[in-house]
């Protein structure tokens, strides 16, 4: 089995927030307090579309 995460390019927050719907603010909040998965690169936060999907699948972004 490959692992497709490997190849998936990086999201920036602007662009997962357009994706989800939300407010930039929102997505800052969800990753200080409910884990969302993001990787700080510098002074930026950068997404994986697959682990923000599986997060919210996974119910954490309701509790």
Known sequence: MVD???????????????????????IRNW?????MPAHKVGRQWKFKISEVDAWIKSGKSAM
């Open 4 to 26: 497709n995460s490997v190849n998936e390019s990086w999201s920036s927050l602007e662009e997962v927030s357009i994706f989800l719907g939300v407010n930039k603010d929102t």
């Open 31 to 35: 990753i200080k307090k409910k884990d």
